[in-house]
């Protein structure tokens, strides 16, 4: 019996041990008999078993789509891969300051170009959806010395290319739902109606959590099967494509009038936002106002205004009622000159704002330059020798019916003792030295400026824009194709303008205006009218226009101006002002100041 139990204890002892051991035997050995392609055979076994199970434990509880197909796997390879050019290639010869490698091919696979990329983000009015910009630059280094192509380099691209194609897909399901929901009658209950209205609300809130395909969860996807299928039974039960066809016209048309009235609405806040002064600006004002008033009449004064008719000095002048702005302006012109000590401002503004102005200059001295603060309402000969026909501007907009915006008309008068000055905008940052616009061959011409006739540029304009051609007095004097200029950083020769006698000129046109709809948009085409063939143009690189209406002007034209303007309703001391612009214009502004600090004026 005791013999009989010890060999059943070995047998099971010996099998226990076999199925230990033969297991590892048979795993040591197998791999070295399993080529690499069987290998991956197997491995791939694995993963599409572990798939499968996968995909049904998901299957469980979830709607079977009549008629619809797991989409295939696709693998993008990018053998012959080429990338389209963009449009905004540009070729600068600077680097700019966000810079993402980009690679161009040619057809045998041969590197061709390299690129660097700028992007910026973006609100823009005039309708770029730019929310994204992308310019491209070249890259001047030779092709020997650029570097070779990386698979994931060419993967990212591929992607960056990407139209995000499941998120449409969802919005494209949403709007089909909605159009399967108007075909029921009103107040249907059925179980498709329902569901739809389920669908739609699980989709909804997916497209308000994400705006890409990258950020797309599984639970997401799965919704947007879910819709499929219900999109499949709404279209068995209503199988009528020509009333699909008129209903998703009507609801094209509606959206599109929403999106009218959407930017009709955005183009009044805008400028309403425009027309408005921060609330900090009228603190500034007031503070320094107080301040001005508290000192002795001989501390009000200004040092070195023995230096204001000397002709042989630069002189600048600045029509303006907004403290930071002149300051600006003041600063960016004298930290960027050579000869600081040459440089003479001459800022023209109203009683309203003289104390808040020369208060500021006092507490703020433009270093070796030297400054003066003038008041309109000084200049008595303005309303005894001149109908002041601005008045008459059929608009409530500042920027026509300012009479600073006008006063440049009568520099002559203003500068009697002056033969040249350099008339700058309030809303412009200098960046390099001004000096060599002094010594321009006028060609005896009164005005030097930069012309805005290229239709590729942000800044161009036509004549007939702002100048009714249909009336015969205008088509007889001027071409509507003339090549057209701005102003914001103009050269005005004063002797030759007294000699052509242009103030009376001005005049001339400014009550015709009123006369009849010859002209419209405030000073700028009274300016063309009275300067036609008198305009000397200079290289765009004196005077960069758009910062304050287009989001897209490249970088490096910025960097490379000397002056650049913020024209338009976006000015950078506002909220509504490009945020990627602003450092330009806030580099020159010291916020540890006392008063911007009381003031709250900081950004």
């Not at 009989?4 to 010996?14: D, G, V, Y």
């Not at 002709?311 to 600045?318: E, I, R, S």
């Not at 005896?444 to 824009?465: I, Q």
Request: glycine content about 4%; overall charge neutral; aromatic content about 10%.
């Amino acid at each position: 019996m005791k013999l009989l139990r010890r060999c059943q204890r070995i047998l099971i002892l010996s099998l226990l041990s076999f199925s230990v051991i033969a297991p590892l035997v048979l795993v040591s050995h197998h791999p070295k008999i399993i080529t690499s392609d069987g290998r991956r055979e197997f491995i791939e076994d694995l993963w599409s078993r572990k798939w499968r199970d996968v995909e049904a434990l998901n299957s469980i509880g979830q709607e079977a789509g009549e008629g619809l197909k797991e989409p295939k796997s696709i693998v993008l390879e990018d053998k012959n891969f080429h990338p389209r050019e963009g449009n905004n290639s540009l070729d600068f010869g600077s680097k700019p300051n966000e810079v993402n490698n980009d690679t161009r091919f040619e057809n045998d696979g041969k590197k061709e170009h390299s690129f660097n990329a700028t992007g910026r983000q973006d609100n823009n009015v005039h309708g770029q959806s730019r929310g994204v910009r992308d310019v491209e630059i070249e890259t001047k280094h030779p092709l020997s010395n650029r570097s070779t192509v990386k698979h994931d380099n060419s993967v990212r691209t591929a992607k960056s290319r990407s139209i995000d194609y499941k998120v449409k897909e969802i919005i494209d399901q949403l709007i089909r739902a909605k159009a399967y929901l108007s075909f029921a009658p009103p107040g249907s209950n059925s179980h498709l109606m329902k569901e739809l209205r389920l669908r739609i609300k699980d989709l909804e809130h997916v497209v308000e959590e994400v705006t890409r395909d990258s950020e797309l969860t599984k639970s997401a996807l799965q919704k947007m099967k879910s819709m499929e299928s219900s999109l499949v039974k709404a279209g068995n039960a209503y199988p009528d494509c020509s009333a699909m066809s008129s209903k998703l016209r009507a609801m094209a048309e509606t959206a599109e009038e929403q999106v009218r009235m959407q930017k009709k609405q955005a183009t009044y806040l805008l400028n309403l936002a425009a027309s408005t002064t921060p609330k900090g600006f009228h603190c500034l004002s007031m503070q320094l106002t107080s301040e001005y008033f508290a000192l002795q009449p001989s501390e009000r004064l200004l040092p070195e205004q023995n230096k204001l008719h000397d002709t042989t000095l630069y002189h600048y002048a600045v029509f303006s009622d907004n403290v930071l702005a002149c300051a600006v302006v003041v600063n960016s012109t004298i930290s960027s000159a050579m000869e600081p000590e040459k440089i003479v401002f001459h800022l023209v503004t109203n009683s309203l704002n003289l104390p808040a102005m020369s208060m500021w200059f006092s507490l703020n001295p433009p270093g070796k330059a030297t400054i003066e603060v003038l008041s309109m309402e000084d200049f008595k000969w303005l309303s005894t020798e001149y109908d002041l026909g601005w008045t008459m501007q059929n608009t409530s907009d500042p920027r026509f019916t300012s009479e600073l915006n006008y006063l440049r008309f009568y520099l002559p008068n203003i500068f009697p003792s002056l033969d040249k000055v350099i008339l700058l905008d309030h809303d412009v940052v200098v960046q390099k030295d001004l000096s060599g616009l002094w010594h321009v061959d006028m060609k005896g011409k009164v005005n030097v400026a930069v012309e805005t006739c290229k239709e590729s540029e942000v800044s161009f304009l036509r004549m007939d824009t702002f100048i009714n051609f249909s009336d015969p007095l205008i088509a007889d004097k001027f071409d509507n194709k003339a090549c057209m200029w701005a102003f914001g950083m103009n050269v005005f020769d004063l002797r030759r303008w007294r000699e052509e006698n242009l103030t009376a000129l001005y005049h001339k046109y400014l009550r015709l205006s009123t006369e009849r709809p010859i002209l419209k948009g405030g000073s700028l085409p009274l300016g063309w009218v009275t300067f036609y063939n008198q305009t000397t143009a200079v290289e765009r690189q004196w005077h960069v226009l758009g910062l304050g209406h287009d989001s897209t002007v490249p970088q490096d034209d910025i960097e490379k101006a000397a002056v650049i303007h913020y024209n338009g309703v976006r000015k950078p001391w506002l909220d509504v002002g490009f945020g990627e612009y602003k450092e330009f214009w806030i580099k020159h502004i010291d916020f540890n100041n006392q008063y911007l600090e009381q003031c709250n004026i900081h950004w």
